[in-house]
T-cell receptor, first 109, second 119 residues
Framework: QKEVEQNSGPLSVPEGAIASLNCTYSDRGSQSFFWYRQYSGKSPELIMFIYSNGDKEDGRFTAQLNKASQYVSLLIRDSQPSDSATYLCAVNNDYKLSFGAGTTVTVRA | GAVVSQHPSRVICKSGTSVKIECRSLDFQATTMFWYRQFPKQSLMLMATSNEGSKATYEQGVEKDKFLINHASLTLSTLTVTSAHPEDSSFYIC???????????????FGAGSRLTVL
């Protein structure tokens, strides 16, 4: 079983819509969770992180964490063409980040 | 904000040669840096944890004699791919952990990555 699992996509959404990305993890002891965005040929850049159960909002992005279900998600509201990228879910285990394979998002203008 | 500089961004070398990649933390001290490798359309795989002043900790399956890591100062870690072969062609990315006062958390910041092509 992979440590961090994501749907690979591609996820295609029209401009202005909400993109919903899901991630599950296997280590119940994981404490911190991160979402990174990676454009093709570039290194990842942090979007946001979440530690506590519930929702955390930052601009057009909302992260949701449910530790009981070992599930973390990312919502992108008012999606823009510039949001087209691969989104990586990362989970902190023993001070090391484990990454999911990423979900590719395409926002159609 | 925290900046991690990585050099070179691209390198092409012949099979059997060695390649050195540098990773610098520009505005903070990094006692720990991490080296990742990413093959096309795959996720980042942690290769090793680089510790300032001590030996690196390698992940299972990563050859420490092939991927030499040196972390001689608080702002510089290097990865040397020795006797490179075509299967070593990949995107190598370094990162450093930094506590952010605005975020109140330790956050991993990535360098821009180095694309290695071994002919």
């Amino acid at each position: 079983q992979k440590e961090v699992e994501q749907n690979s996509g591609p996820l295609s959404v029209p401009e202005g819509a909400i993109a919903s990305l899901n991630c599950t993890y296997s280590d119940r002891g994981s404490q911190s969770f991160f979402w990174y965005r990676q454009y093709s040929g570039k290194s990842p850049e942090l979007i946001m992180f979440i530690y506590s159960n519930g929702d955390k909002e930052d601009g057009r992005f909302t992260a949701q964490l449910n530790k009981a279900s070992q599930y973390v998600s990312l919502l992108i509201r008012d999606s823009q063409p510039s949001d087209s990228a691969t989104y990586l879910c990362a989970v902190n285990n023993d001070y090391k980040l484990s990454f999911g394979a990423g979900t590719t998002v395409t926002v159609r203008a | 904000g925290a900046v991690v500089s990585q050099h070179p961004s691209r390198v092409i070398c012949k099979s059997g040669t060695s390649v050195k990649i540098e990773c610098r933390s520009l505005d903070f001290q990094a006692t720990t840096m991490f080296w990742y490798r990413q093959f096309p359309k795959q996720s980042l795989m942690l290769m090793a944890t680089s510790n300032e002043g001590s030996k690196a900790t390698y992940e299972q399956g990563v050859e420490k004699d092939k991927f030499l890591i040196n972390h001689a100062s608080l702002t510089l870690s290097t990865l040397t791919v020795t006797s490179a072969h075509p299967e070593d062609s990949s995107f190598y990315i370094c990162s450093a952990d930094r506590y952010g006062e605005s975020s109140g958390a330790n956050v991993l910041t990535f360098g821009a990555g180095s694309r290695l092509t071994v002919l």
